[in-house]
């Protein structure tokens, strides 16, 4: 069996969305709390791959971050998600600072943004993970600045969902008119304004 990698990934900052989580990646794997991909043979000329990873070490994955985003200042940004072995137990706390604390020892700043973790209902824990443009400062955020987000929860009749809300009103517009193409997604949390009471991806 080998690694997946052959060589370290080439971040290019005019193609974020492909070039930072694949940078981000290869980071994780060699910090040993990635996916850890490896080439477990080959078949009709293509490599096999599977994920080595230890008993109990579960594992992370980066994921792309739309640039409206980043915090100010940014050059790259993703979103970490780091997925526990649960058959290990609930020490989440101990195990995420193990991810955390290896992102930023490669300079990466590393924030535990977004909704609260919840270690007995979520599967994962998402981190905020970006690396500075040279001579800039991380923004100053306070610990409790996503600490109000509300739960995700179900909309019922005659409620509506503030993004189904903004697609009307999108509709209604003349941006929204003639075949012109708007999608509005709802954003993970972790990537919400710090004291945003509700967020979405307008493209």
Known sequence: MRSSWTQRPVYDRTDPSRTGPLAVNYDLDRLRVGENR????????????????????????????????????????VLVEWHPDRRVGPDWAV??????????SLDYVVERAGRPIDPSTDLYATLLVYRMDPG???PRRPDDAWAHIP????????ETDPLDQLRSLLGQMTAGRGGARVTVRGLA???????AVFCGHVR
Request: aromatic letters at 10%; charged letters at 25%.
């Open 189 to 195: 949390s972790a990537l919400w304004p710090p004291e």
């Open 136 to 138: 800039r400062t991380p």
């Open 151 to 158: 739960s995700p929860r179900t909309y019922r009749w005659p």
């Open 95 to 104: 195990r995420l600072e193990t991810v955390t604390s290896g992102l930023g």
């Open 38 to 77: 490896i080439v477990v043979g080959r078949k009709d000329g293509f490599d096999l791959h599977d994920r080595g990873i230890a008993p109990g070490d579960g594992w992370s994955r980066a994921l792309y971050a739309p640039e409206c985003a980043w915090p100010p200042g940014a050059e790259l940004c």
